[in-house]
Nanobody, 123 residues
Framework: QVRLVESGGGSVQAGGSLRLSCVASTGYTYKYYCAGWFRQAQGKEREEVALIDSTGMTRYAESVKGRFTISRDNAKNTLILEMNSLKPDDTAMYYC????????????????WGQGTQVTVSS
């Protein structure tokens, strides 16, 4: 059974940085698939934050462009989200997600979800 396990969340002041990681268990290799990060703030719907496909092409939500960077460490089979210049609006539960297509289509179908890691940004 595939498991995605996030780490790296926490509390930070506005303007600060955090680095989220998500390790995939045996049976799922990030470099072959579109995978990424979603977030869900309290009372709001889950939204796509950043995706990376098998070619390394990335896609970001407008709200995080220029501040967040998605990457993967193929040797460690780990998905990474570097978050800089954090704002209180970035406060949410962050989930890593994996698909089974090599490219990230306009509508990304998530097959595997992590359990989530909380990010809290105070003003």
């Amino acid at each position: 059974q595939v498991r995605l396990v996030e780490s790296g969340g926490g509390s930070v002041q506005a303007g600060g940085s955090l680095r989220l990681s998500c390790v995939a268990s045996t049976g799922y290799t990030y470099k072959y698939y579109c995978a990424g990060w979603f977030r869900q703030a309290q009372g709001k719907e889950r939204e796509e934050v950043a995706l990376i496909d098998s070619t390394g092409m990335t896609r970001y939500a407008e709200s995080v462009k220029g501040r967040f960077t998605i990457s993967r460490d193929n040797a460690k089979n780990t998905l990474i989200l570097e978050m800089n210049s954090l704002k209180p609006d970035d406060t949410a539960m962050y989930y890593c997600a994996g698909g089974l297509g090599g490219l990230c289509m306009a509508s990304f179908r998530v097959v595997y979800w992590g359990q989530g890691t909380q990010v809290t940004v105070s003003s």
